[in-house]
């Protein structure tokens, strides 16, 4: 018989109870070091005391409105970033599938008013991830995630990631922009070369398109800059983020200039959920700490340690990691066996991670993570590792 929970996941039969910083328990006690934070949202770990009683007091005060009315709160946090990035104007949402949509939607619509509607598609890339939806799986056009869905909604084109020529051999009289990732994440930790952002800025000048960037993921600190493109050194005309945002409350956000912004007039895009009083409320938290002096160097810096420490691993176990990749907090170990098998590995020495494609083991763990955590976090992925070496000396057919 079918669970009554959708059986739509491969779980891991595994529940936790609580969480304190960098860990988290589960319901038989035993303590894990939490290098996944929920796929890389959890970004200031669990319990941090200024989130949650900034959650608790909203809560008690009204929690939602709906955008009937103003929301001070989203004042507020969208004021915040456009303050500190490229951004003109906020859209806050709930995930970062929805906050994708919207961003291709307002790349249509600024096209159409701007006088040519016939410019509707989106050059994506290869090992792309957008999310879920209908449309999104269609821009991240990844054959997995597009089977027995029906129909592939219309309107995305795939090029080689890192690729400029193919990029630009793809633009047509219909391409309305660009979306791309600067560090692809589901697709195995693959960072966008730094120049290549910067060729999509200027192609995308030259030829009057809008560049769309997602920041589902590697945005809100998570590369060591509040948002990554910041490494390029461009800006990008929208973009999504969601996943760490709102350190585990639901929220997404398009972020845009201007020129996109004031494409979506009243009634032409909205949700019911985004932008609550409550989840803004968990978004200004997470400001509140992110924005704070020196932590996003703080970030930057226990990045690069935990960097130095999978360069060792790889040295150290060329037979299971081969090649350390990333930025900031968003972090990958290429592997030499499946990945699977080593989150697997890694979850019974104690330490909670998430494969990615590309055979990667990701490594996100929360902002907040301290050297001393990955101090720790080194030595269990070491005695990961030494499980598969040992195995291997076991049964050396395999
Ligand atoms: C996770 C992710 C998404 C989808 O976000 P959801 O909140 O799951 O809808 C989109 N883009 C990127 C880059 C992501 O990492």
């Known amino acids: 018989m079918i669970p009554a929970l959708m059986p739509n996941y491969n779980r891991a039969n595994i529940a936790f109870e609580h969480g ?44 939602h409105v709906s955008n009937l009315y103003r929301v001070p709160q989203a004042e507020t946090l969208a004021a915040r970033y456009v303050a500190a990035s490229f951004a003109d104007s906020v ?22 008013d701007e006088g040519k509607p016939e410019r509707t598609r989106v ?3 290869e090992g792309a991830f957008h999310g879920r939806t209908l449309a999104m799986i269609a821009a991240t056009g990844n054959a997995k995630y597009l ?35 600067p560090v ?18 200027a192609t995308c000048d030259e030829f009057g398109i809008l560049l769309g960037m997602d920041e589902v993921q590697t945005g809100i600190g998570r590369s060591g800059k509040l948002f990554a493109h910041e490494w390029a050194g461009i800006t990008p005309d929208v973009m999504s983020s969601a996943k ?62 935990l960097w130095r420490g999978l360069e060792a691993l790889c040295l150290k176990y060329p037979s299971v ?38 055979n990667v083991l990701r490594l996100v763990p929360p902002l907040i993570v301290r050297q001393a955590e990955c101090d720790e976090a080194l030595a269990l992925l070491a005695r990961t590792a030494d499980q598969f070496v040992s195995r291997k000396v076991l049964e050396p057919a395999k």
């Open 20 to 63: 304190e910083g960098a860990y988290l328990f589960d319901t038989a006690g035993r303590r894990y070091l939490d290098f996944g934070a929920g796929i890389a949202t959890s970004s200031l770990g669990h319990g941090h005391p200024h989130l949650v009683s900034e959650i608790a007091k909203q809560a008690a005060k009204v929690m």
């Open 91 to 112: 859209f806050f949402c709930n995930s970062g599938a929805e906050a994708n949509e919207g961003l291709v939607k307002a790349m249509r619509k600024t096209m159409s």
């Open 123 to 125: 050059i994506c890339f």
């Open 147 to 181: 089977a027995g869905f029906g129909e592939k909604v219309d309107g995305f084109d795939h090029v080689p990631f890192n690729n400029l020529n193919a990029v630009r051999a793809a633009i047509t009289p219909q391409t309305a922009g660009i979306l791309v990732e």
């Open 184 to 201: 692809q994440g589901e697709g195995g930790i693959r960072p966008a070369y730094l120049q290549f952002l910067r060729d999509l800025r």
């Open 244 to 305: 760490g945002i709102a350190g585990g409350f639901p929220m997404g956000a398009v972020l845009a200039t201007e020129r996109v912004a004031k494409a979506l007039v009243p009634g032409s895009h909205g949700t019911t959920y985004g932008g609550s009083p409550l989840a803004c409320a968990a978004g200004n938290a997470v400001l509140d700490v992110v924005l704070a002096p020196g932590f996003l160097d703080d970030v930057d810096a226990t990045g690069r340690y």
């Open 321 to 358: 990691f081969t090649e350390a990749r990333g930025a900031g907090l968003i972090l990958g170990l290429k592997c030499a066996v499946p990945n699977g098998e080593v989150q697997n590995a890694a979850l019974a020495e104690g330490i909670l991670t998430v494969a990615a494609g590309d």
